[in-house]
């Protein structure tokens, strides 16, 4: 049987992130303003082009598999990438929180678009924080760090847009934001999990002493649709 993080996107989308979803049964994808990864139910040329029929516009989106793939015409694959996905099983004690945080809404929008495509911690667009539970942390107005919740595979929470402002490095807050994040996730009755760019060591590090363990690695795509 299949892992539900074999396929997190669709199982999202049909689950936690249900009220975000367009498309039909066996293809759905997000709104581009939110986020541009799209999801089918099982790996196959008619729910590839279920989803190209589903989507009526075209442009620049996300496919996750859980080995490689190749896509169906007019499907085009612009960048490959490789992830490792990794599941928190450490102690229900995660750690003390010592950072104060602050909601983030839309207001602070303009904020998060900059710090994100400072970092380019993934993919994140005007309507990202509707996936919900973005804190951050401020030096004055200024925001500095941020972390917030994507994908909801019901009973997995992925915990995403972690970044840090370049100046601001080396104080702890990506650690903070992840312990945060992780007492929250674990308070709901869930599993945290997250990922990372395989080749991202330091990351990797900071997740496995947190309490995280490789999972998996996954193929992430980009892929066209015109």
Known sequence: MEHILDNPVWNALITGNKALANGESTARYLSPEVSPFVGIESISDDNFNALNTAIPFAGYFGFVAPYDIVFPAPWQVVQPLKVLQMVYEGLTDVGQIKEEFISLDKEHVPQMLALTKLTNPGPFAERTMEFGHYVGIFDG????????????????????????????????????????????????????????KADNERAIQVYERLGFVKRKEMSFYIIKKD
């Open 141 to 196: 107005d200024k925001l500095v760090a941020m972390a917030g919740q994507r994908m909801n595979p019901v009973p997995y929470a992925e915990i995403s847009a972690v970044c840090t402002h370049p100046d601001y490095l080396g104080r702890g807050y990506a650690s903070q934001l992840l312990l945060f994040h992780i007492n929250r996730i674990k308070m709901a009755g869930q599993i945290p999990f997250l990922h990372v």
